[in-house]
């Protein structure tokens, strides 16, 4: 009886044994899966040493040359915060709008800060971080121009940048107005300015900072879609990355230091609220 009692217990331990053994190989993630620690972008940016960030260079106050030919402005900030956060050096990758998504899936860059707006069909290919500015649109015009609102564009023309949702709100207006796309910000305003087209759409806070620099120029006074709310943008995923980023995001907020650099760089402070009330 005692063999039997004690062949049981061996056996009835090897099968315990056996289960914890199964079950901690069903918790550890593969290598390869994606999102893994191994494969994380935060893990990629500590070893290089170098957090890579696409911007928008031709987009002042979010990012320009200054005067010595260095990246500027309120994205670049940001970024600069990040990387000391971080102990990395940073790298700003001059990005326009129609490569933004582009860069992120090959790799050349590890995150864009670039006036993204989130949406449903950006996210069918890239994730997005909290929102970090909120913004509405209006209409970049010549003071004598005598366009007072989107209602005065019909039969004329409209300038959008290559890649951004402008031309899709613009289209949603349904006015009979003509769309003509350009390859950067910079090439839509030089196009007002010099009679190319009637007005430019573009982010309000964009669009004012660009009016205080020629006193030609005015923005309209209204919103002319819903309230867009813009984040960095990372490759679809990697969780661990997006985690790290959004907990970058509430601390600088916490801290009032985002409202700080708004401040900085649009002489106001920000107009809309991150969280909105539903």
Do not use: H
Not at 115 to 124: G, H, Q, V, Y
Not at 143 to 149: A, L, W
Not at 170 to 177: A, D, G, H, I, W
Not at 211 to 227: C, I, R
């Amino acid at each position: 009886m005692r063999f039997v009692r004690e062949s049981a217990r061996f056996a009835c331990l090897f099968a315990v044994t056996g289960l914890l053994v199964f079950a901690g190989c069903t918790k550890v993630a593969p290598s390869d899966q994606p999102g893994a620690a191994a494969d994380s972008t935060l893990k990629q940016v500590l070893q290089r040493g170098t957090l890579r960030v696409g911007d928008c260079l031709t987009f002042a106050p979010f990012g320009f040359y200054d005067k010595g030919g260095q990246p500027d402005g309120y994205d670049v900030d940001l970024a600069k915060e990040l990387a000391k956060q971080m102990g990395v050096k940073l790298e700003v990758v001059n990005t326009t709008s129609a490569n933004r998504i582009p860069n992120l899936q090959t790799s050349k860059v590890d995150v864009v800060f670039c006036n993204f707006t989130r949406n449903l069909e950006r996210a069918k290919e890239i994730a997005f971080t909290n929102p970090y500015v909120v913004a509405s649109e209006a209409l970049l015009v010549k003071k004598s121009s005598g366009i007072k609102s989107v209602n005065d564009m019909a039969d004329r023309t409209i300038a959008t940048v290559k890649g951004s949702t402008n031309g899709d709100e613009v289209r949603s207006l349904n006015m009979k107005v003509k769309i003509q796309e350009f390859d950067s910000s910079q090439a839509a305003i030089l196009a007002v300015k010099q009679g190319q087209a009637d007005a430019m759409i573009e982010d309000n806070n964009f669009l004012a900072y660009q009016a205080s620099l020629d006193p030609n120029l005015t923005v309209t006074d209204e919103a002319l879609v819903p309230l867009e709310y813009n984040a960095f943008g990372v490759k679809a995923g990697d969780q661990i990355w997006l985690n790290y980023l959004n907990l970058f995001l509430f601390q600088i907020n916490a801290s009032k230091m985002n409202a700080q650099l708004y401040k900085k760089w649009f002489g106001a402070e920000p107009r809309f609220p991150l969280n909105p009330q539903y």
